[in-house]
């Protein structure tokens, strides 16, 4: 971790001293921090986390405000929150928990109900039993599927 991030870090802190824990993690404060370290840790290689260090000092002098008031800063903060969250993702690499267990997930469902559907309308008998298992077929595998990716990015600590 740079110097520019630890002094960051300390600057929250002393600001945010005293605050109530619930605030802290609805404003996601754990993550801005991780994500001030990443931009250090890529901007001599990133122009765009290198842009993002002046919104960030920016952010960090203005926390306790947005934090404690609502208005124009509680809104930037978010905005910036949001834009380092989809950054890291897209140029890092770095995902939120379950990501890929929830995405690849979602797909199984899908292809799993129109599996379901197609094999509800080749037997009339048993239409319910025969979607159940299609959903099933669809479902079980991708969740595994996204879970041991989800797994390999614990391993990398590309966690956000």
Known sequence: ?????????????????????????FFRIDEFKRNISR?????????????EQINITEAVNNIAQAVNHVGKPRREYDRLITRLSKHMQKEHGFYAPYYFTYLISFFGIIGGSVLGYLLMQL???????????????GLLPTYIWGHLKDKKLRKEKRLM
């Open 39 to 51: 931009v250090d840790e890529f901007s001599n290689s990133c122009p765009e986390c290198k842009k």
């Open 123 to 137: 037997n009339a008998d048993i239409k319910l039993e025969l979607f159940l298992i299609g959903f099933s077929i």
């Open 1 to 25: 971790m740079g110097n520019w991030s630890e002094q960051l870090h300390n600057k929250i802190d002393e600001q945010l001293q005293g605050g109530n824990d619930k605030d802290l993690r």
